[in-house]
């Protein structure tokens, strides 16, 4: 590979890198390296959250990428930290030239500090301090209906109210084969979980 190639090569890597850390900010810091100088490796650094420079010397695992073309392409989601203690998401690509040599790398760096603290005040908020009392809300079978639903769509990977026609008709011979219809009020649940009319659901039911 000519260093005109690979000059190209990190330019365009640079522009990758770029738009990530714009479209993730200010979370996800992404970092450029060039790994045919080591001493140097750091060409970029978009949204700076670990205070590292340009001109940075390679990381352990850039010089563990230079030393073996055996070493994985892609390590996704390992667990990393800042200078300062803070808990890093890591992701660390390596890009490979004509030849099969690692020559760059590309790396996202996930400040975990904020979405623990909202992982910590939604465990806070949604525990439940004791099961000694138990109250249903819903009318009886309703919640059943809505999960069945769920799962319906979940094995679509869709969600209810994304259904097209031909699978709503198919929810609804779901439903009744499984006797969801037989439910008080069931089409009335069907329909509003869905997002369709009433009498959207019972034409289907016809069918």
Do not use: W
């Not at 989601?77 to 020559?103: C, L, M, W």
């Amino acid at each position: 590979m000519t260093h005109k190639q690979d000059n190209l090569l990190l330019s365009q890597l640079d522009s990758i890198a770029k738009g990530l850390s714009e479209t993730f900010a200010p979370f996800c810091e992404v970092v450029v390296h060039d790994l045919t100088n080591p001493t140097h490796a750091i060409l970029s650094i978009h949204n700076n959250l670990s205070g590292r420079e340009t001109g940075a010397p390679a990381t352990e695992m850039g010089l563990a990428r230079i030393a073996s073309p055996e070493f994985p392409d892609v390590i996704a989601n390992y667990a990393n930290h800042f200078a300062d203690g803070r808990p890093v998401k890591s992701t660390s690509v390596g890009i490979r030239n004509q030849e099969g040599d690692f020559v760059a790398a590309l790396c996202l760096n996930v400040d975990l500090t904020l979405f623990r603290g909202m992982q910590s005040a939604f465990d806070e908020f949604t525990k439940i301090t004791t099961n000694s009392i138990s109250e249903n809300l819903e009318p009886t079978g309703t919640e059943a209906i809505r999960k069945r639903i769920d799962q319906f769509a979940a094995k679509l990977a869709t969600t209810p109210r994304a259904l097209k026609k031909a699978e709503r008709k198919e929810l609804i011979n779901d439903l009744r084969d499984n006797g969801f219809l037989d439910i008080k009020r069931s089409m009335e649940t069907v329909a509003q979980h869905i997002g369709v009319s009433r009498a959207s659901v019972y034409l289907y039911a016809k069918d």
